[in-house]
């Protein structure tokens, strides 16, 4: 169509038009360089999980309908923080909490964004514990198997994962409820012992089937007396060969010379644990492949119950914290006896705190929500109960990102600081903890209201970066 202009390139151009021999004065046209009218912000709308990083891109569209990278061009940010934090220079967003926020790159008076929603952590990897490498034959190893989620937070997977042993002739490995992860040495040899959930496996653990012979068993506690009604629990502990010890508590027999007065319990899960019957003593012994152990005189008393005292008397528990309690019996004697295992503990208001009974956890106190409550611990009629507070949670640790990473000199970079609290919970601190720099001539750290938590870096080395609220403080090396 006549008389329309494409610009080209930036710079000047005289415009005139003719008809015949008739010509129009010239007019100047001045090109300047293309605008940038919109800006899109990619991956877009993606699902992240809690605890990863992610790298955005800011993609600009100009008047001349190119297109150009300005990731680094943007000033980055996040409308929920508390949700994601974005590097307000790179892009690069690290997840901190379940949920949504929009994360947009501006440039003067043109944006672009993106939602990012904010899932709950993924299991990146298990770890078993212990890392040993030998079993002795005929024993028995209880194995722990820990997930770590994508946020760094971990939880106890013992009783979830599928344990798995590489010779079950060699070594068995227990995936019955309650007893999950618990390795018997059948069999002399070698074998891997892993843990698998949903697709995710530990590294396999090698170990070895030993023959060490067993040479003595001592059992403890090495004197008793308690009054009639309570039980004691035994442990037993085997000497081998080589001087190395291990607790066999389950794996002897145990005997009560008199069963009237104190029977003791074989069943198996509750190994050792013998209950004062009847007034009197008996002798409480463990036999083991025909070594004996020690013998303990085990006296039982008429002595009643006249009080209970809890301790600790701690009035106070942060939210998402425990407390473990134990009941002491103070006896018409005068004696005073631990009767943890003996009383029924119970909460006034479990939805704010809640008290265990069962029996690895007995009188374990779960801080749940912030409120009041009465522990109480009763046995045969007798009483005795605390207040107890539940606060607000308390910060824990803090974390700071990037971890271990390197800033050359004169370039800085934005670190953020995460907090984490009793309850599990996580929070941006990054503009409410103290910044500081190991060493100064090499990187400087900011404290300033708008730049707080930016590196400069100055000079090569290795300083040391910390972020200090109160008393808790994180930090992370600079590599150079």
């Known amino acids: 169509m006549r008389g329309i202009t494409n ?61 150009q990278d300005v990731t680094a061009l943007a000033t980055w940010s996040s409308s929920n923080p508390r949700k994601a934090m974005v590097n307000n220079v790179t892009g690069s967003v690290t997840t901190v909490a379940t949920g949504n926020t929009n994360i947009k790159a501006t440039i003067d008076s043109i944006s672009g964004s993106s939602v990012l929603n904010v899932t709950p952590a993924l299991l990146t990897s298990i770890e078993i514990t212990p890392t040993i490498n030998s079993i002795t034959h005929g024993l028995t190893k209880q ?3 820990t997930g770590i989620f994508s946020d760094k937070s971990t939880q106890n997977l013992t009783q979830l994962v599928t344990w798995i042993s590489s010779d079950p002739s060699k070594i068995e490995i227990e995936n019955t409820s309650g007893k999950k992860g618990i390795a018997t040495a059948s069999k002399l040899g070698s074998s891997n012992i892993k843990a698998v959930y949903k697709f995710i496996q530990s590294s396999p653990i090698p170990i070895t089937v030993t ?38 508590t389950n794996l002897v027999t145990w005997y009560s010379s008199k069963s009237d007065v104190a029977p003791i319990n074989n069943a198996a899960n509750e190994k050792g644990l013998a209950t004062a ?7 409480i012994y463990a036999i083991y492949n025909s070594i004996s152990s020690n013998k303990i005189n085990f006296n039982v008393s008429a002595a009643t119950l006249d009080s209970i005292k809890i301790n600790p008397v701690n009035n106070n528990i942060a939210k998402g914290l425990t407390q473990q309690y134990t009941g002491l019996g103070v006896y018409s004697n005068s004696t005073i006896q631990d009767i943890s295992d003996s009383v029924t ?77 009793s309850d599990g919970t996580k929070a941006d601190l990054t503009s409410s903890v103290t910044w500081s720099s190991s060493n100064q001539s090499q990187a400087k750290v900011s404290n300033a209201s ?24 994180g930090n992370t090396i600079l590599q150079s």
């Open 7 to 67: 610009t080209l390139t930036p710079g000047s151009s005289e415009i005139s038009a003719a008809l015949g021999s008739i010509k129009s004065s010239k007019v100047i046209l001045k090109v300047t360089p293309a605008q940038l009218i919109s800006i899109a912000v990619t991956p877009i709308n993606p699902s992240v999980a809690k605890g990863l990083i992610r790298q955005f891109k800011a993609t600009g569209t100009y008047t001349d309908h190119s297109v």
């Open 143 to 145: 194995f722990k198997a």
């Open 211 to 248: 023959d060490l012979k067993l040479k003595s068993i001592t059992i403890s506690p090495s004197s008793s007396s308690i009054a009639k009604g309570l039980t004691q629990q035994f442990k037993a502990i085997g000497t081998f060969i080589d001087g190395s010890e291990q607790e066999i």
């Open 277 to 283: 019957l009847s007034i009197g003593s008996s002798d």
């Open 345 to 421: 503990w119970s909460s006034s208001n479990s939805s704010s705190i809640n008290i265990s009974n069962s029996t690895e956890t007995k009188g374990k106190a779960t801080a749940l929500q912030i409120g009041n409550s009465k522990i109480t611990a009763t046995y045969n009629s007798i009483s005795e109960n605390i207040d107890i507070t539940v606060s607000a949670a308390t910060l824990s640790s803090i974390s700071i990102s990037p971890i271990n990473t390197n800033i050359n000199t004169t370039v800085s970079k934005q670190f953020f600081a995460v907090g984490t609290y």
């Open 450 to 473: 708008e730049t707080k938590g930016l590196v400069t870096g100055i000079a090569s080395g290795n300083p040391t970066i910390i972020a200090t609220y109160g008393s808790v403080s």
